[in-house]
């Protein structure tokens, strides 16, 4: 067989080789040895080692101690900091969460068989090539994610192994191997004892990957149960609407196949018609509406990312593009520019909302709305090339000139200043501080 040869980056092979020259074991490990060898840049490289923390520090210059209790410690370089980490075998994990000790070990089998899935526990030596004691290679050469050893056994002494075996399968198009998988479903709800950050982080990877339409796993498996029921009751609201082909839940998964594989726009793909279940009536004729929507909707996400602990930009960006995802532009120059006043930088954001969110739907129906959606898109770029004011920073009265012009200080000019705004936004050409002091 031909031996695997890694491209190992020159400050990581100084370091293994500086721990080698020292008398200890030192392997790159767990995510850059699968990556490399799937031909995808790895985020980052970690190196794992017979070496105790204190005599990693004792060889390099510069170390942080990143997590010293765990083993590891952040060695220094020109290049970067870089994650070295001694052999250690997790002791007994409390509550499906932290292991309560970590005993270091000088085996880097034992080392492997701690970590996640069997494509994650491969290191490899510039020298000795690939060490691979669980076919991890056999496994990424057939795609499928599997958990190193006993699978129940892995999820129950970590329960975010669950959102991570997800978490792989859609960033690698990878199975998840059908026994991995029952057990994924079989300790979903131990989800619940996971801090809501790290859950949040692995969904961030999970839904702004390749395929995030395996996101459905996440309902098949009773994960959303648990971190977004309300996904669920999307999965059981129909649309019987002639512009709708599927069920709302359905119908979201594919809006994010449609949207680009970025946070905030899948996060407002995922979170788009939550509203919907709640705002549903059905007419005389049987045809379902969703009366706004999009109001319950962006409230909807700004409460569930509040508790998901997302930053505060995210929560204001993406329940803005929620609240706007309906909005009926009138298709004119002015309706437009009203739309850029209430959205802003995110209106290039809110125009792929829009044509994800269509193209999810009938085709016949798609077809219309997306030359509408092309209209508006030109009108954006008319508005833009121009420099149309479109907001009130732009005007070209401030509140400076209304005290000069003898308006009183307080809520009075806020007010005046709304109103030419108004009619900057119907009149570009009303933007002169000539006209609009002459309005007063
Ligand atoms: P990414 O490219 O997203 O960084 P990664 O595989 O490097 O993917 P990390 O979270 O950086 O993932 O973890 C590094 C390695 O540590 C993993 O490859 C795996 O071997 C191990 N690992 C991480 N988290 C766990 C866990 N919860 N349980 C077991 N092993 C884990
Ligand atoms: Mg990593």
């Not at 990693?56 to 997590?67: A, L, M, S």
């Not at 080392?111 to 526990?121: S, V």
């Not at 960033?171 to 479903?185: C, H, N």
């Not at 919907?276 to 929507?293: A, C, I, M, Q, Y």
Request: with cysteine.
């Amino acid at each position: 067989m031909e031996k695997l040869v890694i491209s190992i980056p020159e400050p990581v092979s100084y370091i293994i080789n500086k721990l080698n020259r020292a008398g200890y074991e030192a392997y790159a490990v767990g995510g850059c040895v699968r990556d490399s060898i799937l031909g995808r840049t790895p985020q980052d490289w970690d190196v794992t080692t017979s070496a105790l923390p204190a005599q990693v520090k004792e060889i390099f210059h510069k170390t942080i101690d990143t997590g010293i209790k765990h083993g590891t410690v952040t060695v220094l370089l020109f290049e970067g900091g870089f994650e070295v980490t001694t052999y250690r075998i997790d002791g007994i994990y409390e509550d499906s969460r932290h292991p309560s000790e970590v005993t270091f070990t000088s085996n880097l089998r034992e080392d492997l068989r701690r970590r996640d899935f069997t494509i994650n526990a491969m290191a490899y030596h510039p020298d000795e090539g690939l060490i691979d004691p669980f076919n991890g290679m056999d496994d990424l050469k057939e795609k499928v994610i599997r958990a190193v050893g006993v699978p129940d056994e892995r999820f129950e002494e970590d329960a975010l192994r669950i959102m991570r075996a997800l978490r792989f399968s859609a960033q690698l198009g990878f199975a998840i191997d059908p026994e991995t998988l029952l057990s994924v479903k079989k300790f979903a709800q131990s989800l619940r004892l996971i801090s809501r950050e790290r859950i949040r982080d692995e969904l961030l990877k999970l839904i702004s990957s390749p395929y995030p339409e395996t996101f459905r796993l996440a309902y098949e498996t009773g994960i959303t149960a648990v971190i977004l029921p309300q996904f669920d009751v999307l999965m059981n609201t129909p649309q019987n609407n002639p512009h709708h082909i599927y069920n709302v839940g359905d119908h979201t998964l594919s809006v994010m196949e449609n949207i680009p594989a970025d946070k905030k726009l899948r996060l407002a793909a995922l979170l788009h018609d939550m509203g919907k279940p709640e705002t549903r009536s059905t007419d005389e004729n049987g045809v379902d509406h969703f009366l706004d929507h999009h109001i319950k909707g962006a409230e909807f996400a700004e409460n569930w990312m509040r508790e998901m602990r997302f930053d505060n930009n995210m929560i204001k960006d993406v329940s803005t593009l929620i609240l706007y995802h309906d909005f009926l532009f009138s298709k004119d120059e002015s309706g437009v520019r009203h739309a850029i006043n209430k959205v802003g930088s995110l209106f290039p954001d809110l125009l792929l909302l829009l044509r994800a969110d269509t193209l999810a739907k009938s085709a016949d129906y798609t077809e219309r709305r997306m030359k509408k959606i092309d209209h508006i898109e030109d009108l954006y770029l008319k508005i833009k090339e121009r420099g149309d004011c479109t907001d009130i920073k732009h005007l070209a009265v401030t509140g400076a000139d209304l005290i000069a012009a003898g308006v009183k200080p307080g809520p009075e000019m806020g007010r005046i200043l709304e109103e030419m705004l108004e009619e900057v936004l119907c009149d570009p050409a009303a933007n002169t501080k000539e006209y609009l002091l002459g309005r007063l």
